[in-house]
Each structure stands twice: as C-alpha cells, then as structure tokens.
C-alpha cells in the first residue's frame, strides 16, 4: 500500500483528508507543523506529501527546502488555498510535482494523486 501524509496546520483538512484516504486503501498520517512532518520524514519512508504552504512558523517552502536538503525522496503536490503564481513557481523549483487549489474537490484530488504515484 502507498503511503501519504497531509501537511496542513488546519486540523480538521488533516483529519477529514487522511480518513478519506484510508477509507479507500492508502495508509495515511498528518502533521499540522512542518517541524513535526520534517521529524517523521527523516525516520520513515512516505510515497506522497500533500503539503499545505501557508503555515504559521515554519511554512512549505520550508518542508520543501528541507526535503531537498536532507535529500529525502517522496513526492509532492502542494494544497493550498494561496496559489498564486510566484508560488506555484517556487515550489516548482523546489521540487513540487502537482498543485492543488483549496478548496478541493476530492475526487479530482484522488486523480492528481494517482496520476503522480502511478504514472
């Protein structure tokens, strides 16, 4: 089974998107701080971060840049409900595979995410 873990500082997105995904075969966690993602990121193998930009502290980008520092590998689709191009373009260099806008739909989501583990 693939794994995904939700990065998001709201509770109830993390909450209600993990359970959808378990509900339908992946094995899913989340994080509502980018310290705590980053923390079980250096410990454990995830196929997929569905990761949430604006945070308060330490945001996306961090988790972005510290992915590429600490040369983990997993993949990423930002989630966020701030898609503005600048962003969108940072995260892309940043090694972002997919973006998502908030709110979102989650059959189309589930797509994205097929799509990036699958293809």
């Given at each position: 089974m693939r794994s995904i873990m939700v990065v998001d500082d709201d509770v109830n997105i993390c909450t209600i998107l993990s359970e959808e995904l378990n509900e339908i075969g992946f094995i899913s966690n989340y994080f509502t701080?980018?310290?705590?993602?980053?923390d079980y990121?250096?410990?454990?193998?995830?196929?997929l971060v569905l990761?949430?930009?604006?945070?308060?502290?330490?945001d996306g980008f961090y988790v972005?840049?510290?992915?590429n520092e600490l040369k983990i590998k997993t993949k990423t689709i930002v989630l966020t409900?701030?898609?503005d191009?600048?962003?969108?373009?940072?995260?892309s260099h940043l090694g972002a595979i997919d973006f998502i806008s908030k709110p979102y739909d989650f059959d189309?989501?589930?797509?994205t995410i097929?799509?990036?583990l699958f293809d």
């Open positions: 701080t980018a310290e705590g993602a980053i990121l250096m410990e454990h193998q995830v196929d990761l949430d930009l604006k945070m308060p502290g330490k972005l840049n510290m992915l409900a701030y898609a191009l600048s962003g969108i373009i940072q995260s189309e989501l589930l797509v097929r799509k990036v």
